[in-house]
């Protein structure tokens, strides 16, 4: 299993959809998750932290399954502006390093 | 504004060449780290450093040197031993230390070998 595993999409989705992916992770001793966004030759950039079961910020919610190592993050209320690749990252166990899934790709389309 | 600054944005390289791209962070952060990503791939750790003069060799070191001789600053050199060299790199930073929180990036630097 990778460390960090995404469906890489893309997802298709019209304007005001609520669309979910799923970022499973091979470590169980994890603590923390980050959700970062990605456009289109640009930097990642974080949107949302994960330290526990949950978080909410506005449109975007991020859940935690630790029984089946996996984290989500839901879109609600789609907007063009959100079109990008979505990056789930995990730390490693050392170094204070990463681990980043290759991405979902996603497309708001009017 | 605190934040990661690269510089240059665009750089070209003629084969044999060495080049060093720009990394300087005002957020005070312990950690900084080098990524190398290729097209439709994810982000591939080159080098990474924990503290002022001291860093390490991440999963595709071969071909790339780095420094950290001030917080600030981790320069990272493409020798002429790195035979693909051509991708968008990116530098991030983070607090460091034992706790895992989140990394910030520079905008990246975008070589091309001609």
């Known amino acids: 299993r990778k460390e960090v595993e995404q469906d890489p999409g893309p997802f298709n989705v019209p304007e005001g959809a609520t669309v979910a992916f799923n970022c499973t992770y091979s470590?169980?001793?994890?603590?923390?998750f980050f959700w970062y966004r990605q456009d289109c030759r640009k930097e990642p950039k974080l949107l949302m932290s994960?330290?526990?079961s949950g978080n909410e910020d506005g449109r975007f919610t991020a859940q935690l399954n630790r029984a089946s190592q996996y984290i989500s993050l839901l879109i609600r209320d789609s907007k063009l502006s959100d079109s990008a690749t979505y990056l789930c990252?995990?730390?490693?166990?050392?170094?204070?390093?990463?681990?980043f899934g290759t991405g979902t790709s996603l497309t708001v389309i009017p | 504004d605190g934040g990661i600054t690269q510089s240059p944005k665009y750089l070209f390289r003629k084969e044999g060449q060495n080049v060093t791209l720009s990394c300087e962070q005002n957020?005070?952060?312990?950690?900084m780290y080098w990524y190398r990503q290729d097209p439709g791939q994810g982000l591939r750790l080159i080098y990474y450093?924990?503290?002022?003069?001291?860093?390490q060799k991440g999963d595709i070191a071969e071909g790339y040197s780095v420094s950290r001789e001030k917080k600030e600053s981790f320069p990272l050199t493409v020798t002429s031993a790195q035979k693909n060299p051509t991708a968008f790199y990116l530098c991030?930073?983070?607090?460091?230390?034992?706790?895992?929180?989140?990394?910030?990036f520079g905008q990246g630097t975008r070589l091309t070998v001609v």
């Open positions: 991030a930073s983070s607090m460091g230390q034992i706790t895992y929180t989140e990394a910030f």
């Open positions: 470590n169980s001793a994890s603590q923390s």
């Open positions: 994960v330290y526990s």
């Open positions: 990252v995990v730390p490693r166990d050392t170094g204070n390093q990463f681990y």
């Open positions: 957020l005070n952060h312990d950690a």
């Open positions: 450093s924990q503290i002022v003069n001291d860093f």
